[in-house]
């Protein structure tokens, strides 16, 4: 299956925001235009616009007014891909050297501060005040979730509430805003829009943790970076913590990172070996169920179908 | 002369802005809070919430709207602050240790992205299409003012047009942005609110500028960092630029830079006795007079009055 397949009808709609995107990033200034470009070349699977595209199938689907919001919230993906590659001291991102790496870190930091700009600049196109409102507020969280991320580094006795609260506020929330600001600009109802959020919510957070464990069960070629990586950098993730639970495998792969120099493959094979990756994906599965059990109020239209049809895909995803 | 003395009228409205303030960056994440209000405390002038609220004199003056504007303003204007820190790798800032140093680049970053959004949740309370616009304009700007102000450093070849676009966009637009707000969120007339615009866009050259003599003039206790810190980092500024007329002094001064170890003291003379801090005055001067003819069109209130009592203070200003 393919992401893409899914959502064949809203073809047309996610070229001509990916256009926009180029046009959004496009200013008189070379060196901007090219570290911008960059970034947007490298690609992305474009799932926030998507999400905004189906919450509006469940209004008055108006591209000229989602088109702003999809714009919007993929920019501000976009930019804090650019300030994680300054904090994550990625030297790839998708296998394409990070804008970091290529340029340095101070005009990574002011593109991404360009690219928030220009997605505010352009949600300013709707006249909505609930918009900004919504935008702004996750906007927030999104800080507070990057600064607990890194105090979280390297955390070995964190929680799991500590991880959950994590993913919700560096993945999740956006992902639920994408959805529910497509039903809110297309006027869908109040309750209906409300069940897009919480939609958004449950896969948003089951997809951060497949990507957690992917980080463990994908290779070099699928991932763009070594299995293990966030790990490596001290990012410690639901399959991690779901290892600990035995207290003698805990004990191996702490002590492996004290000695400055951890063996990954020997840290991967313990954390599989633990169980730690088939209780994250129960996990994750019980998050897609949710999703779909939020839907219920939805009319059985093309987006409910499609969305489900998301879920599954999730369930599903390898790379 | 003091600035305070100036617009002691605005004082209790000072007072609850900078109040405000605080309440906007108080966040429930003990490191976000801490870092935040480590720069809060550290003070600053607060000239745009005071450009804010004699924007707002010029029209049917709310405190409850100008509040608003005039924390995300500032709000915004320490973002900037926080980012600045991280590019310059300063130590200090008005002689405090910055956020940079005492926690890391990382967080830093991430601060001043949480302050930014703050500043948007903040704005949000006005339901005003325009005032969006303008802020967000504002910051793409500052943003491609930043990155300028990269590409320019140690680019000695860099004319004065280039110079006097990057204080724009760094210092001015902000400023310019303050005046025009203040009168906007108080429906002063168009003409008026226009008038505002071009005066905060003078007085922000002039400021700029002057603070970039004082970098050569001031002493290390007035500046809070060693006097010639700017140019010491590759920031060339109005009075080099000014220096540079003489060719002599050009090339003095480039091959201190070219030996790696420049002497500043020996540095700061030869741009003295250029006459570049002179001429960097005149110029101050005439932006000063733009500001003043600027107000013409305004009405003989209060506002005005103080306006220009604020152009004769940069004039004064020594530190």
């Known amino acids: 299956m393919n992401l893409m397949d899914i959502y064949q009808e809203l073809k047309d709609d996610i070229t001509a925001i990916e256009q926009e995107l180029y046009r959004s990033i496009d200013s008189n200034y070379a060196l901007i235009s090219e570290t911008s470009s960059h970034l947007l070349k490298a690609g992305g699977k474009r799932i926030r616009p998507v999400f905004v595209l189906l919450g509006g199938k469940s209004g008055a689907y108006d591209i000229e007014r989602l088109k702003h919001v999809a714009v919007a919230l993929e920019l501000i993906h976009m930019a804090t891909l650019v300030h994680d590659d300054v904090i994550d001291n990625a030297e790839t991102r998708r296998g394409k050297p990070t804008v970091k790496a290529k340029w340095d870190n101070r005009v990574a930091m002011y593109t991404g501060d360009f690219i928030l700009a220009q997605a505010l600049a352009r949600v300013t196109h709707l006249a909505n005040p609930r918009v900004h409102q919504i935008l702004s507020k996750a906007m927030v969280d999104m800080c507070v979730g990057e600064i607990e991320q890194i105090q979280a580094l390297y955390q070995w006795n964190q929680s799991l509430k500590t991880y959950f609260m994590r993913i919700k506020r560096k993945t999740a929330l956006l992902i639920a805003v994408s959805c529910q600001l497509g039903g809110l600009v297309c006027d869908a109802p109040e309750r209906v829009v409300h069940a897009l959020y919480r939609y958004g919510y449950y896969v948003g957070m089951a997809f951060q943790i497949t990507d957690d464990i992917l980080d463990f069960t994908g290779s070099e070629q699928q991932l763009g970076k070594p299995a293990g990586s966030d790990l490596r950098q001290g990012n410690i993730t639901l399959p991690v913590l779901a290892s600990f639970k ?32 088939a209780v994250a994906k129960t996990i994750a599965q019980r998050y897609l169920e949710k999703a779909r059990q939020s ?13 489900i049809k998301i879920t599954d895909f999730i369930e599903q995803r390898t790379y």
């Open 246 to 277: 035995d207290p003698a495998i805990r004990e191996k792969i702490i002590s492996e990172f004290k000695s400055g120099t951890p063996d990954m493959p020997k840290i991967i094979n313990l954390i599989k070996q633990s169980g730690g990756i």
């Open 295 to 307: 839907l219920e109020d939805l009319q059985a239209v093309y987006s409910k179908k499609t969305l």
